[in-house]
């Protein structure tokens, strides 16, 4: 699974958290702010917008459907749902 992003794109953080809470692995590809320099975003999807996901042969560009995809996700071989090793950790919620 592979995630097309920029930095500072608001649509891009809810799917990167949405990853993340859900425990998916997921291959991260950060793009240039620029849309005619996102070859790679066009190459995959057809168009330049991000958001972008893709596993396998689904190929997803908005937002909400991306979450919706992720709310049913099942990875390959794994009953459970969830991947054995996010990306990165949630932030530690103590308050000290």
Not at 49 to 70: K, Q, R, S
Request: hydrophobic content about 30%.
């Amino acid at each position: 699974m592979k995630l097309y992003h920029t930095k500072w794109c608001p649509e891009c953080e809810v799917v990167r958290q949405k990853l993340v809470a859900e425990g998916i692995t997921y291959e991260d590809e950060i793009v240039p702010d620029v849309r005619p320099l996102r070859q790679s975003v066009y190459d995959a999807s057809g168009q330049y917008y991000v958001p972008v996901l893709v596993d396998g042969e689904t190929v997803l560009t908005e937002t909400e459907e991306i979450v919706n995809y992720l709310d049913t996700y099942v990875p390959a071989g794994d009953e459970s749902g969830v991947a054995s090793n996010p990306p990165f950790s949630l932030p530690d919620e103590r308050s000290d």
